[in-house]
């Protein structure tokens, strides 16, 4: 999450869903939340209910659109263009929340002279290295400060982006404050000019031209957003992958933080970014993460070349100011969770034990390497990545390379069955007497065979018990990860060897109960939680020490057990209590429930109004509080400066409500941290139908392309042959369907409801192509050709861009081989090229033609 | 057979003490989100079996209407007009280019004059102590006489594995007299689907339905609240962005029993006109 981490200081959505009914306006952009969030969505009606403007910017009329109060229909792919439209708007009137910006925000910080914008060099910011392909951000800089091995990009070797994420881990302030501000916002290279200058170029005909958002309709939107801010009211984004499955994706989110802290609507109530997330738990997985270039709690990965020992790993990373300024704490205390006795001071706390990274190991590299044979084995867990993952037939054909597969699921899924039962064997492109991958099939239990925690979307701990025993064979991961850990660590028992230290000295003492022998997932959640020198539950993050006293398995969910108590399993209703619930479940961090909460007040720690006072400072009391946890240090007063030489927390001011950050500011700006460049800027989709009007930079020069057989991309307007692809597809998801399909297409109930994979086209579409409705149609790609079922609706009306109609055709990719509804995997169709920051497929927006009839079948001649 | 044999509102004189007020459903259409929750729902707590996996091409909705396997039915209609017309309109700036998305979940309306239990001859569909009318399976013998007595269409015989039994909505009888709420409207993520005693839930659906109106929905209106209907009022009734007729659900619906207690009388007159002819007959014939 570097858009949100890089903005505000943590990679998690700033608000809770119960925070949307006290919005005054709610933006629901790259994200169809009626349907994918449809529990969520409530607080959306709440909010509608009470009178609220609900916008839906979306290329498709959805189920969320149809409910909204207003639907704009947007090109698939050209959100930055929209946005920026907005950030131009607001700073163009002269509408921006003045007092919050210059207070909060790092506006008034002037920059590097030597920052070179997009619009001086026609798309490109400066220290672009072309031969790389990657950036230098030395320019990007606070104008006197020290750089200091550029943040976000420190670990960096060879590859880019290993270890984006955090503002936090940015620039290297000293006090805490940037050398040169200017608090009139007057001075030509401060933030908030550099702002003025790159989106004056956006402007309400630019959007029309680029999104084909009628010009009225953008004013109408931009305005309601401004109306809906300011002191006395707030207005809320929501998005999901709708924004983040793009070669631009972080930018996305980052103009939306940019938009938010301009208009003060960030840490204050019906305020917030709210990142939604397609899972009961993907927000979990990447704070106690399955990524490879993150530890527990955003601890970066070390990196094989620049972190030979503790010191210099925390030299890099730590930041002089902020609470990222306690790097050391969180570090020392993970290793003694894993290490325990073993772990001293003397030895690095086993710092070495960790294993490092060389380069890119993300999902989609690792797919390609498998196909090169430099992947021998691979554990699939929780995905299908033989339909969910872009260019999904390459992925299929990848595991037909390996030596070994272990798939772990509730269904025999796709990625399971793909040397049977897969397109390619039924074209004869693989054949099943010459697949030499054994494939292992472990059924796995569900949620309700078994106890442990989900992190939601709004960063919720929420336990769940077990209803009923797994039955027959499956158990789960915990038992899985538990017992396949504990016989590795009997087989190696008697090792001399010194590679097997990490392993036989981990603390892996987990209780177990009952026939199978399932580990406590409470113990789990205790050692994560973290102990103290006297070996009981901690309270709090701030408790956690450098030298080796506590242990701690994830810093930022230290105090989801304090007291001893599981404080996920907390369900208090919500009729006794107040609507913030905080004795329902456990929010990360500290149990807060809105974000950077400190912002909510003056910076004198009065609420900016009483219609929206949600955390204030208690003068008679001397402390912070409120509704939520405030997001601060309790007892620091508003008007705290600190003194020469503070360090971490100690070094943010009392005006300063983005304690993560290293200057306490939201950053309009980002310095360090995301790769492709300190301000969003608009760029086209990987392909597109269109030219960028904006710049001759066509597409993020930073974005990552695997030019390879099986991956050929399609050229973009204007260039010989993009005729052949003339059309926008973009994906996505139905209620009635769960992702990649493996709970949802085997479930009667379910696939009844969507029993076929479909294909939605426009009325003009369907004419120009000749194809019926009801009936079949092949979508084409260099990857792919698959087919399914038309669906001809004005839902899916075209957008007019500089004219000409732009047609967009829907695909639902829920589809596969196996389950007891079966089709094509609009997957299939989609080229591998990533967002350099994250590594994530564009399938948002990308380029196809479509047919009637169905797609050819059999084996190919 | 006396009139208030065959007149449901008999109920609740019949369950004496056991009698409660009268629950049912008020179903918002304006803010359903077309999820299919309540199908979903229902089917898992009532195990209504799965009635194949048939695409229809009409929109989103591939269940197609209510019957012995699908207890609640959420339609989904496509309009070319705009969600919300008027001044309010015009202040959220008209919105939605023009064109709607309607959606509505249906269920067994549970009438004040239930055709369906009129016309059953084995006394397997009752009425309950909460107002509902439930079919009892044990007592079904799949004679069929409620599917044409019952003016939406919603019953219907199961025909898997040779069942041929009427199976429909019981308003969760086994949750409900246990004081729950039915599995739809508990799953139901934004209240469109409410629970309630009827009185009460009548009062709401006029306070919403004003609300609504405000709101710029100008085609909006309750269907089924009115106990002056042909059916008695419904004891799960709607509120509706458009004619009932979009949703596929009949305009002025009427029990087909209606006119049965006139007919019996028209006939029972005709039978004594005609027994007092031939008796006159007779006797004039003596004479």
Known sequence: MPGLGTSFGRGGATTFQQDLQNSDCIVIMGSNMAECHPVGFQWVMEARARGARIIHVDPRFTRTSAVATDHVRIRAGSDIAFLGGIVNYILEHRREFRDYVVAYTNAPVIVDEGFKDTEDLDGFFSGWNAEKGTYDNTTWQYAGMEVHGAAGQREMGATQGEQSGHGGHGAALKHGEPPETDPT??????????LRRHYARYTPELVEDVCGVPRERFVEVAEALCRNSGRERTSAFAYAVGWTQHTVGVQYIRTAAIIQLLLGNIGRPGGGILALRGHASIQGSTDIPTLYNILPGYIPMPHAQAHDNLQRFLELNTSPSGFWGNMAAYTVSLLKAWWGPHATAENDFCFDYLPRITGDHSA?????????????????????????????????????????LVVRDLVEVETAAFWYDSPEVERGELRTQDIGTEVFFLPAAAHTEKDGSFTNTQRLLQ??????????????????????????????????????????????????????????????????????????????YTELADDGSTACGCWIYCGCFADEVNRPARRTPGSEQTWVAPEWGWAWPANRRILYNRASAD?????????????????????WTGEDVPDFQPDKRPDYVPPAGAKAQDAIAGVHPFIMQPDGRGWLFVPSGVVDGPLPTHYEPHESPSANPLYGQQSNPARQIFNRPGNRSHPSNGSPGADRYPYVMTTYRLTEHHTAGGMSRFVPYLAELQPAMFIEVSPELAAERGLEHGGWATVSSERAAIEGRVLVTERMAPVRVEGRPVHQVGLPYHWGTRGLTRGASANDLFPIVLDPNVHIQEVKAATCDIRPGRSPRGARA | MSEDALRTEAWPQTYAEEAQPRMGFFTDTSVCIGCKACEVACKEWNQVPEDGLLFTADSYDNTGSLGANSWRHVAFIEQDRPLRVGADAAAHGGGDDGFRWLMSSDVCKHCTHSACLDVCPTGAIIRTELGTVIVQEDVCNGCGYCVPACPFGVLDRREIEDDGRVFKCTLCYDRTREGMTPACAQACPTESIQYGPLDELRVRAAGRLDRVVEDGFAGARLYGHDPADGVGGFGAFFLLLDEPAVYGLPPEPVATTRDLPQMWRAAALAAGALALTAALSLFGGRR
């Open chain 1, 364 to 404: 989609y590299q690792t797919a390609l390497d498998m196909l090169d044979h430099r992947v021998k084995g691979q554990i699939v867990v929780g995905q299908n990545p033989a339909v969910g993952s872009a260019n999904s037939g390459l992925h299929r054909k990848a595991l037909a390379e390996l030596e070994w």
């Open chain 1, 463 to 540: 336990w769940h018990h077990k209803a009923v025993e797994p039955l027959g064979d499956c158990r789960s991961e915990l038992w899985f990860y538990y017992h396949l850990g504990r016989i590795i660590r009997e087989k190696v028992a008697a090792s001399e060897d010194e590679r097997d230290r990490p392993l036989l000295e981990l603390q892996w003492h987990y209780p177990t109960e009952g026939e199978i022998g399932e580990p406590s997932a409470e113990a789990v959640l205790r050692e994560i939680n973290g102990t103290g020198p006297d070996g009981a539950a901690l309270s709090a």
């Open chain 1, 185 to 194: 916002l007057e001075h030509p290279r401060c933030v908030f000019q550099l």
């Open chain 1, 603 to 623: 910076p004198d720690g009065r609420p900016w109004s009483e219609r929206k006072r949600y955390v204030w400072w208690d003068e008679d009391e001397e402390r």
